[in-house]
């Protein structure tokens, strides 16, 4: 967005050695028109275009000019003949007076692109034309005066999916002066983005087509996948022409943009919200890492709080979509809060009938957190497996801690999907389990249904000495007289509900039976809770999220390449990015 044009030129420059290869600049802030109603003086109108050649002269990068007008999102609020205007002098390389000796004018001196709305076009004949003069068409290419200017025709909707968009799409295309079409609108679901994709497929020309907003990133990154023309992106944060736009570094260096292809496989992480979490940080850098062909990215799907559902109807419509569509090549992903039990559900509806087979595990602990696609030779969905890899890491990093987990009491906070994971983890291992969580009917609800899952002699997950599961009250938690104590809760988390909190006070103590309890977070970010603040001061032996976030990823990342995860790697980089 250009409000200085020096500022701009060093922005680009910077931009350009970031690995950028194109620049648009919007100069809807540094025009405003001429002629009748304009609040400028002629001088200063001319003064105003000349800044604007010199932007263009002068940028190190070719250049899409654009000149959004208010009625599609953008700050120009002036009449459209002078905005075409300045698009015609432009093009025609503005007052530059370079050329080749034969009458043309240096391409540099005019923008590669010129990006005008599909609804100026439409207003009337006569505006289309004057939009005609501006860019080079069929036609004209013998006009000697023409740089290689192209115009990009587009569509904004920045609340919603056009209900007029097939329509609109087809009346684009039949324009041919229109060397690329772009579509962006608001994506209200992942769901959108597979029409973005549908669209790229059956492209006649280079398209740009664009979900915007925290649902769109997914059309942003996977641009390359279906043949689109380019993609947008960002310096920086603060600079975003359009919401969900990442920036250049995020873009190139997370999601490894360049070596994007047809044949890259796509994953992700599930939940609501997301954008906080660093699995695509650690399973990108991952798959560099090992040579794969994949790319990681935030995967979300919305629930309604208030629903009876949890969201299962959007989660299990758009889980269907991303595994079934044809082209995303979708292996896998991580599915966190609040979609763990949403998961297993959906695993147990269509199950080995339709392809989808549920751990044991995963189906004694009602929660699961990884899905694993498997495809055919035709690229055809033909194996979904659904599995838990926090109860498995969870009970790895308490027996390094404590050894043996027979006989020893883990006392649990909360009881949602994770607690899940942890009450049949430690119970299988032999430890005696209380949850206290703040619903006594939730905590009820999951000892007797992880009991009922392990039996009294083990049942199909368990084993003869498995330990006992029981609720006790909330507020019993800080006699719990625990060897362990386990957050499950979301207390503390960044982002969460109450980050400054913690599910219980460390000073009150955890119990006679070991007075030093190892006390574990699953929260992992940030890698020193409250909780676990309280709990280093006081002595405690503690287990930060940090670890079992990079161990159930690890297990995860190698159902999905079938190779070991560079688990060191995976630290490293999650405690540099937490500053810890």
């Given at each position: 967005m250009v409000t200085e044009i020096d500022a701009a030129l060093a922005d680009c420059a910077e931009a350009k050695r970031l690995g950028?290869?194109?620049?648009?600049?919007?100069?809807?802030?540094?025009?405003?028109?001429?002629?009748?109603?304009?609040?400028?003086?002629?001088?200063?109108?001319?003064?105003?275009?000349?800044?604007?050649?010199?932007l263009i002269r002068s940028s190190p990068l070719p250049a899409i000019v654009t000149c959004r007008p208010t009625f599609e999102g953008g700050f120009y609020?002036?009449?459209?003949?002078?905005?075409?205007?300045?698009?015609?002098?432009?093009?025609?390389?503005?007052?530059?007076?370079?050329?080749?000796?034969?009458?043309?004018?240096?391409?540099?001196d005019s923008p590669r692109y010129i990006d005008v709305e599909f609804a100026t076009m439409s207003r009337s004949a006569n505006m289309r034309q004057k939009v005609l003069l501006a860019v080079d068409h069929p036609g004209r290419e013998g006009d000697a005066r023409?740089?290689?200017?192209?115009?990009?025709?587009?569509?904004?909707?920045?609340?919603?999916?056009?209900?007029?968009?097939?329509?609109?799409?087809?009346?684009?295309?039949?324009?041919?002066?229109?060397?690329?079409?772009?579509?962006?609108?608001r994506a209200r679901s992942l769901r959108d983005n597979l029409e973005l994709f549908d669209i790229l497929r059956e492209a006649d020309r280079p398209t740009i087509a664009l979900g915007m907003g925290e649902f769109g990133l997914m059309s942003r990154v996977l641009a390359p996948k279906f043949g689109a023309f380019l993609t947008f992106a960002s310096l920086r944060d603060a600079s975003a022409t359009a919401p969900g736009q990442p920036t250049i570094t995020e873009i190139l260096q997370r999601y490894r943009f360049r070596s994007i292809s047809k044949s890259t496989r796509v994953y992700g992480v599930i939940g609501w919200p997301v954008g906080h979490s660093l699995s695509p940080l650690i399973h990108n850098a991952g798959f560099e890492a090992i040579?794969?062909?994949?790319?990681?990215?935030?995967?979300?799907?919305?629930?309604?709080?208030?629903?009876?559902?949890?969201?299962?109807?959007?989660?299990?419509?758009?889980?269907?979509?991303?595994?079934?569509?044809?082209?995303?090549?979708?292996?896998?992903a991580s599915v966190t809060i609040p979609h763990k039990e949403n998961l297993v559900r959906l695993a147990r509806e269509l199950g080995p009938q339709r392809g989808w087979h549920l751990t044991p595990g995963a189906d004694s602990i009602g929660a699961a957190n990884t899905i694993v696609v498997e495809r055919d030779d035709s690229g055809r969905a033909a194996r979904v497996t659904v599995d838990n890899t926090d109860a498995p890491a969870i009970a790895a990093l308490l027996a390094d801690a404590i050894g043996t987990l027979r006989g020893r009491v883990v006392a649990l906070l909360g009881a949602g999907g994770v607690a899940r994971g942890a009450a049949h983890a430690c119970a299988t291992a032999g430890a005696d389990v209380r949850i206290h969580a703040r619903s006594p009917e939730q905590a009820d609800r999951l000892a007797s249904e992880i009991s009922r899952a392990i039996?009294?002699?083990?049942?199909?997950?368990?084993?003869p000495n498995a330990g006992t599961i029981e609720a006790r009250p909330w507020e019993d938690r800080h006699e719990a007289g625990a060897d362990a104590v386990i957050n499950c809760t979301p207390l503390g988390m960044k982002g969460g509900p109450a980050p400054d909190g913690t599910p219980m006070d460390i000073p009150a103590g955890v119990g006679?039976?070991?007075?030093?309890?190892i006390?574990?977070?699953?929260?992992?970010?940030?890698?020193?809770?409250?909780?676990?603040?309280?709990?280093e001061r006081a002595g405690h032996e503690i287990i930060d999220g940090v670890s079992?976030?990079?161990?159930?990823?690890?297990?995860?990342?190698?159902?999905?390449?079938?190779?070991?995860?560079?688990?060191?790697?995976?630290?490293?980089?999650?405690?540099?990015?937490?500053?810890?």
């Open positions: 950028a290869q194109i620049v648009e600049y919007r100069i809807d802030q540094v025009f405003s028109g001429s002629g009748e109603g304009s609040p400028l003086s002629d001088q200063d109108a001319e003064r105003e275009t000349r800044e604007i050649e010199r609020d002036g009449d459209d003949a002078s905005r075409v205007s300045l698009y015609e002098h432009l093009g025609s390389g503005g007052g530059a007076r370079r050329g080749d000796g034969r009458g043309r004018v240096a391409a540099e023409r740089p290689e200017t192209a115009l990009i025709l587009s569509a904004h909707d920045f609340e919603r999916r056009p209900a007029d968009l097939t329509r609109r799409l087809l009346a684009m295309r039949a324009e041919p002066a229109a060397k690329v079409i772009k579509i962006a609108y040579g794969h062909d994949g790319v990681y990215l935030p995967l979300p799907i919305a629930t309604d709080a208030e629903g009876a559902d949890g969201g299962f109807e959007s989660f299990k419509g758009t889980v269907l979509d991303l595994v079934e569509h044809e082209g995303l090549d979708f292996g896998g039996g009294p002699t083990g049942g199909p997950t368990g084993g006679g039976r070991s007075p030093h309890a006390i574990f977070d699953t929260v992992y970010n940030p890698a020193r809770t409250p909780l676990l603040v309280q709990a079992m976030f990079t161990v159930q990823g690890a297990m995860q990342f190698r159902m999905w390449t079938g190779r070991d995860a560079p688990a060191e790697l995976f630290e490293r980089l999650v405690r540099a990015r937490l500053g810890v």
